[in-house]
């Protein structure tokens, strides 16, 4: 059969059908059972073989290591490696390279992924996490259902699955670029990628931010003070919270934001911090309502018996200067939404979102409105709140409605141009009366068609009656902003064509 001596070294004959090889190798004896000769010695040669690609990479791992001074290797485990990333980034935060909440923010994604932990990925050498691993991973996590919450049972958002992939990427980019132990990084180019996704924001409407305003005269003056703040100054809410008396200049009527205030998420400890970005270090105008509040905020303070330094931060406890958990307030305003009988759920956060959407729906400056807000460039302004939201939505339906159905075509405001003789279009005016009239318009009856729609328009709009008084000091602006606040009504009433009148 061609079998010499050479085949049969390292296998054993214990049966008439079965052959043992048995192996001496560098680290342990290497050993299998086979029940045929010719097989036994085929794979034999196989183990031969891996034996000397073990010895060679245990060899290349040894002399990596020796050579390394005690620094991670390829061959450690990616949790080795998690480990002295998280010293780097912890020298970067005492160096003040990144703020505390950036490098707390490392430190929670790897205490409490429980995808990364499940998946196994701490626990595997980093040599071994190559482009097939990397997939396995991003496939699990959109494979993955939720099991808690509104979505259980349903596929995880893209959001939720960002976060651990966005963490072993940085990490394993940290490997490649600074440790330089890996030539490439696995998760870079894995199929369906996850994305962090921008999400509406939901806000106020302009309705509702008056009816809060009305409900907030009747809350203690630390609420009323904190809650108009936000909502008239645009601030993030550790923005406003950092604010020390010393930042207002009642001169000027201007706050400096300058600090944020956070509380730990490692240890629940209370943090002072520079702003978010050099960007959000600016100085914004308050409204005078505001800059009353802050006054009589003061000289309430000081009337329960406090000494009130400028260095003292303006929102604190009602027994103390010191300030208090942030989410506090947060609670504190989702009870008074409840309160008050609102049904949309707006978090204490999205104030800012609320001011800025009033800014941007009004058609101001959008780089005075980026300055304000603090925000690092002008896409975000837009990005954020320039949002196709329901309350948009609806106002495009409004104007379609009132083009096409049963409104003639116009607004309220111009029913009232016609009523006080301000209307300018006299085409479309000549329109609306043959529709209102049930008759063709001419020199002959314009005048008395005229005279008849005007009084219809009274009769259904009393409202006219008292706006034609102060007529003579408004202008067209004016008019528009006036019935701005008319719509809901203007669409439940209808109006109907005239009787045509009798000829004779």
Request: charged residues 35%; aromatic residues 12%; proline residues 2%.
């Amino acid at each position: 059969m061609g079998i010499t001596d050479e085949d049969l070294k390292y296998i054993t004959e214990t049966s008439s059908t079965d052959f043992r090889i048995s192996i001496p190798a560098f680290d342990k004896r290497r050993t299998k059972l086979v029940h045929n000769l010719l097989e036994a010695i085929r794979i034999k040669y196989e183990m031969l073989e891996q034996i000397e690609i073990d010895q060679k990479e245990i060899k290349e791992k040894e002399e990596t290591i020796n050579e390394s001074k005690g620094k991670i290797t390829k061959y450690n485990l990616v949790s080795d490696g998690i480990e002295l990333y998280l010293k780097e980034r912890k020298k970067d935060h005492d160096r003040e390279f990144i703020q505390v909440s950036t490098y707390e923010n490392d430190i929670y994604d790897f205490k409490n992924s429980k995808y990364l932990l499940d998946y196994g990925i701490f626990d595997v050498p980093i040599n071994k996490v190559d482009d097939d691993y990397a997939q396995g991973f991003v496939d699990y996590l959109w494979d993955r259902p939720a099991t808690k919450g509104k979505n259980k049972g349903k596929r995880l958002s893209e959001n939720t699955i960002y976060k651990p992939f966005s963490f072993v990427h940085k990490v394993f980019n940290y490997f490649k670029n600074d440790l330089k132990i890996i030539s490439s990084n696995p998760f870079d180019n894995v199929k369906r990628k996850p994305q962090a996704v921008a999400e509406d924001k939901e806000y106020f409407t302009d309705e509702e931010m008056h009816y809060i305003k009305e409900k907030l005269e009747f809350e203690n003056i630390r609420f009323k003070t904190l809650i108009t703040f936000m909502m008239d100054m645009g601030c993030r809410r550790e923005e406003a919270l950092a604010i020390k008396w010393s930042d207002i200049n009642w001169f000027r009527g201007t706050v400096s934001i300058e600090r944020a205030f956070v509380k730990s998420k490692i240890d629940n400890r209370y943090i002072i911090k520079p702003v978010k970005r050099k960007k959000s270090e600016r100085e914004i105008i308050c409204t005078s309502y505001v800059l009353e509040l802050l006054k009589n905020y003061k000289k309430f303070k000081e009337a329960c018996g406090f000494v009130v330094n400028d260095d003292d931060f303006i929102f604190t406890a009602w027994d103390s200067m010191d300030i208090v958990d942030p989410d506090r307030y947060t609670r504190e305003f989702k009870l008074f939404i409840q309160k008050i009988g609102l049904k949309k759920e707006v978090p204490l956060k999205n104030m800012r979102a609320t001011n800025t959407s009033f800014y941007v729906a009004h058609g101001k400056n959008l780089k005075a409105i980026q300055n304000r807000v603090g925000h690092e460039n002008i896409e975000t302004t837009l990005t954020y709140y320039a949002q196709a939201n329901y309350n948009e939505d609806k106002k495009l339906v409004q104007l379609y409605e009132e083009e096409f159905y049963n409104k003639l075509g116009l607004n309220m405001a111009d029913l009232y141009r016609i009523v006080s003789n301000r209307f300018t279009d006299n085409k479309k005016l000549v329109s609306v009366l043959e529709k209102i009239g049930n008759e063709f318009i001419d020199d002959s009856n314009y005048d008395i068609q005229l005279e008849r729609c005007q009084n219809y328009f009274r009769e259904l709009f009393p409202i006219f009656d008292k706006i034609m008084k102060i007529d003579n000091v408004l202008d067209d602006d004016e008019i528009d902003h006036i019935f701005d606040g008319f719509q809901a009504l203007y669409h439940t009433i209808k109006i109907d064509p005239l009787e045509p009148r009798i000829k004779i």
